[in-house]
């Protein structure tokens, strides 16, 4: 908590109920994870929410408005994703920002619910590469020109299951560069875990 937590009342980032960072109602709506399917991107895929109505603005207010006591509840849906995913002990990779992202938002955001995951280590061990362009309404293979080659592997998680963790899915173009850097390092990452899915649903993957 922070000073200005004391001074501002909390409101639930997903309808704007007062109180509570996120009320009951849109924290029910993240989960259970579901596996989606996402051509390229190798591991399994599991999401916990579509990335539309409050599940959306939860990720919005938690990485764009600054909510960030909302670390500790994505930190438990993650949580709950492990256990569906495969069998501990886990360990998280959280997929990098931009640097300049992370900078104006007084972090890296997905470093911030990893931490949160007490069940699973933490291995913050990718980094993108300079001249990263935002991704937002870059096509499919713009996505995968602008990460080719660019993401970097600093470090190795230790044994365990690894599991890559993001927090929209779109393309997978992201998913796919993380999981392939990974490769090339000799770390093999057993599952993909996002917060929401921007993709269309296509039923009974
Ligand atoms: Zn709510």
Redesign the pocket.
């Known amino acids: 908590m922070t000073a200005l937590d004391l001074v501002l009342p909390s409101t639930?980032?997903?309808?704007?109920?007062h109180g509570?960072a996120?009320?009951?109602?849109?924290?029910a709506g993240l989960g259970p994870p579901e596996p989606i399917r996402v051509p390229g991107v190798g591991p399994p895929v599991w999401t916990l929410a579509a990335y539309h109505g409050?599940a959306r603005e939860?990720v919005l207010g938690f990485k764009e408005r600054g909510a960030r006591a909302l670390s500790a509840w994505f930190g438990a849906v993650v949580a709950c994703a492990l256990i569906a995913v495969g069998q501990g002990p886990w360990t998280l990779v959280p997929a990098p920002s931009r640097r300049s992202a992370a900078r104006e938002r007084g972090g890296d955001h997905m470093l911030r619910i990893a931490r949160e995951v007490e069940i699973a280590s933490v291995a913050p061990v990718l980094r993108l590469g300079a001249g990263v362009a935002d991704s937002v309404g870059l096509t499919a293979g713009a996505r995968r020109r602008n990460l080719a080659g660019r993401v970097e592997v600093c470090g190795r998680p230790p044994p365990g299951t690894t599991v890559l963790l993001d927090d929209v899915i779109t393309t997978g173009a992201t998913a796919s560069a993380c999981v392939r850097a990974l490769r090339g390092a000799g770390v093999r990452t057993h599952a993909v875990v996002v917060l929401t899915s921007a993709r269309p649903h296509q039923p009974g993957q």
């Open positions: 639930c980032a997903g309808c704007g109920l509570t996120c009320c009951a109602t849109c924290f409050a939860l």
